[in-house]
């Protein structure tokens, strides 16, 4: 039952009271005792309490043009009633349609932008072919947007070359970076594509044009 006091018997009743035969079977052109077409809304719309209704419902069954209005009425408020919740339906399906596309895109798309900063200043420089395996790995993620590497202390300014291997010396990058001293930084800022790196231990290799490489441990989260 609704707020209103009506009922899927209520509304049964009021239909049986009044019969398909009411249409024709009294006429009243002087619409003598006709309660409105205020009333006939309310009592169609469900906006009258079920008790005040009822005292109408004796003049509807003597009444062919009040029941016609009556029947207008109905029909006239099924349709917006039905209007009203095609549309809310229409809103839950789009809102749920695009909280899911959203959620979609979230998940393939990385979330962070940020730079990534390797600090290489009080690094050693290595010897040989391979990384100091005393120092600890540097740490990247494989949605960073680019890399800012401060380079090792007393590092010339000018072209470097750069790329990032497997421990097995595979190159996953490279690049060509222009290094640049600011405030007696040496840095140098090159933007990778590590998104399809697999997580694990790497190697960072940097080469100042026409010296040796240099070799860091390279931790990719």
Known sequence: MNAKGYSERDEKRILDVLGRGLLKEFP???????????????????????????????????????????????ATHQRRRTRTLLAIAASVLI?????????????RQPLATEAAVLDLRNRSIPRGTEPNPVEPPLEVARNASYLEIYLPLGSSDGPYNLRITTTRGDPIFTTVGLAKIKEGLTSVRVEPNLSSATPGLYVLQ????????????????
């Open 28 to 74: 009243n052109p002087e619409r003598t005792g006709c309660p409105g077409p205020d009333v006939l809304k309310r009592i169609t719309s469900h906006d009258m309490p079920l008790a005040e209704a009822e005292k109408w419902l004796d003049h509807l069954t003597s009444c062919s043009p009040c029941y016609r209005d009556f029947s207008r009425f109905q």
């Open 206 to 221: 940097l080469q100042k044009v026409g010296s040796a490489w240099n070799r860091y441990p390279l931790q990719i989260r």
């Open 95 to 107: 809102v749920a349609g695009v909280t899911g596309w959203a959620l979609f895109l979230r998940q």
